[in-house]
């Protein structure tokens, strides 16, 4: 099936430092991509919709300027938290789709990104 | 895109089977119902997806009446690897851009 592979798994980054997260289709191509933040204990909430060759989709509360998001193949989307502050501690997750399926709309997720910001 | 309701914990024990409801009152016809399985600290997995009537495969079954406005994701004896949280998503097989949204979920609790 396919596989979504995301890295690092945790990451601990001073407060004001720029911290990066790769998601990547290890299976197949994946035009659209989507990034998900999820607090303690909390369902998980879409952040932005990520599109291969274009800008990303962000949802409503979301700051783009925060969450910098490139989707520059097929294959990968990186999302890269700017000036970090604790209060973006978090676990983000992204999820790409398989077209190729027809079965959970091809929808898989990465194992995520447990983000601590000191 | 509907929204869903389910209840926010389940209590169970080992060797029991284990039905978890969901309303989605609104739910349009295109829609398919989705349920997902996520453990701590990481992402969600596909459990099963059905559009009426009953699905099953090798870890659940999916029951869905008739007007579709609700579904029950049912799970064969539990045992302790399957507390999770369990989300009950609908929508339509759309476009690339189709956005999966999350509900609150259902926090299942599996004891010895």
């Known amino acids: 099936g396919a596989v979504v592979s995301q890295h690092p798994s945790r990451v601990i980054c001073k407060s004001g430092t720029s911290v990066k997260i790769e998601c990547r289709s290890l299976d197949f191509q994946a035009t659209t991509m989507f990034w998900y933040r999820q607090f303690p204990k909390q369902s998980l909430m879409l952040m932005a919709t990520?599109?291969?060759?274009?800008?990303?989709?962000?949802e409503q509360g979301v700051e783009k300027d925060k969450f910098l998001i490139n989707h520059a193949s097929l294959t990968l989307s990186t999302l890269t938290v700017t000036s970090a502050h604790p209060e973006d501690s978090s676990f983000y997750i992204c999820?790409?789709?398989?077209?190729?399926?027809?079965?959970?709309?091809?929808?898989?997720f990465g194992s995520g990104t447990r983000l601590t910001v000191v | 895109l509907a929204k869903t309701t389910q209840p926010i914990s389940m209590d169970s024990y080992e060797g029991q089977e284990v039905n978890i409801t969901c309303s989605h009152n609104?739910?349009?016809?295109?829609?398919?119902i989705t349920w997902y399985q996520q453990f701590p600290s990481q992402g969600p997995r596909f459990i099963i997806q059905g559009y009426k009537t009953k699905v099953t495969n090798e870890v659940a079954s999916l029951f869905i009446p008739a007007d579709r406005k609700s579904s029950t994701l049912s799970l064969p004896r539990v045992s302790l690897s399957d507390t999770a949280v369990y989300y009950c998503l609908v929508g339509g097989r759309m476009d690339s851009s189709y956005k999966l949204i999350f509900g609150s979920g259902t926090r299942l609790l599996v004891r010895p």
């Open positions: 609104n739910i349009a016809t295109n829609d398919y």
């Open positions: 999820s790409a789709r398989d077209r190729r399926s027809g079965v959970n709309y091809g929808y898989t």
């Open positions: 990520s599109n291969e060759g274009s800008k990303a989709t962000y």
